[in-house]
């Protein structure tokens, strides 16, 4: 017995399409915005790096250090007995 020809089949094909050249490539340097050299990554150059580097220390990189009069409780006088 037959019913119906079910045509079954066709159904979701989709085709995943890469864009072709995906690059992960073409980072920019975090200062001048060039084209980041492997070796100075994230950098351009060392010149970025270093100038990067230079302003954390400089004084970019400021720790709010708070210079609070702490108890001085110096253990020098501990004749408790
Ligand atoms: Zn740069």
């Known amino acids: 017995m037959n019913d119906k020809e ?9 085709a995943l399409q890469r864009p072709a050249g995906v690059r992960v490539a073409a ?9 980041v050299q492997a070796r100075y990554r994230p950098f351009c150059s060392q010149r970025c790096a270093e100038a990067d580097l230079g302003a954390w220390v400089t004084g970019a990189y400021r ?8 108890d001085p409780a110096g253990e020098e006088s501990s004749e408790d007995r």
């Open 27 to 35: 980072a920019k340097c975090v200062r001048c915005s060039q084209p």
């Open 63 to 70: 720790v709010p250090t708070e210079d609070g009069p702490d």
């Open 6 to 14: 079910s045509s079954g089949g066709g159904g979701g094909a989709e």
